[in-house]
């Protein structure tokens, strides 16, 4: 059985800090990894896509990918009180048409 | 921007019932998916289709079936609504190349 792990949290961070999500995958041949973010009564919204390793840069937002280490991760950078929800970690196999979720990280960002 | 609709936001449905929730893209993506979310289970995939007339059993099929005749729509059918499918359902659509997928609003579902 294909996995994707993320702490559950809460994880929480006063405004302004640096909020770091993690995420593991078991699938050692995944190719494309997202993060969405979901807030409480909302439809997951794709904040980033990452291919290759090394880090990708968006803003206040990026992602690091470790294929050898199986492991994906989010900084946000300056963080406010609209970053709290929670972020879901998603893995797509090769054939490119199964994505497999974490059952995401729930974050909070004090004011 | 990628625009997916759900025909519903909010519905409540009687054991037994047959249900439909319908989903449209207007990106000219290829693929098309329907979720459920439950709380601690995260998304499960019950379909996806990948071309119109075509279907893929997701994870937890059971209970459902699709139909796409159409590439912009993509339709989930509850054949005998029971209490356990009552869920948040999710469509999404996505490109073959990139698999970055966009979700529509939402259907929260009740079976009573």
């Known amino acids: 059985q294909k996995e994707v792990e993320q702490n559950s949290g809460p994880l929480s961070v006063p405004e302004g800090a640096i909020a770091s999500l993690n995420c593991t995958y078991s699938?050692?041949?995944?190719?494309?990894f997202f993060w969405y973010r979901q807030y409480s009564g909302k439809s997951p919204e794709l904040i980033m896509s990452?291919?290759?390793?090394g880090d990708k840069e968006d803003g206040r937002f990026t992602a690091q990918l470790n294929k050898a280490s199986q492991y994906v991760s989010l900084l946000i950078r300056d963080s406010q009180p609209s970053d709290s929800a929670t972020y879901l970690c998603?893995?797509?196999?090769?054939?490119?048409?199964?994505?497999?979720f974490g059952a995401g990280t729930r974050l909070f960002v004090k004011a | 921007d990628v625009k997916v609709t759900q025909s519903s936001r909010y519905l409540v449905k009687r054991t037994g019932e047959k249900v439909f929730l319908e989903c449209v893209q207007d990106m000219d993506h290829e693929n098309m998916f329907w979720y459920r979310q439950d709380p601690g289970l995260g998304l499960r995939l019950i379909y996806f289709s990948y071309d119109v007339k075509m279907k893929e059993k997701g994870d937890i099929p059971e209970g459902y079936s699709v139909s796409r005749e159409k590439k912009e729509r993509f339709s989930l059918i509850l054949e005998s609504a029971s209490t356990n499918q009552t869920s948040m359902y999710l469509c999404?659509?996505?490109?073959?190349?990139?698999?970055?997928?966009?979700f529509g609003p939402g259907t929260r579902l009740t079976v009573t």
């Open positions: 998603a893995v797509t196999d090769t054939g490119g048409f199964k994505t497999i």
């Open positions: 699938d050692r041949v995944s190719q494309s």
């Open positions: 999404a659509s996505s490109l073959t190349d990139l698999y970055e997928q966009y």
């Open positions: 990452i291919y290759s390793n």
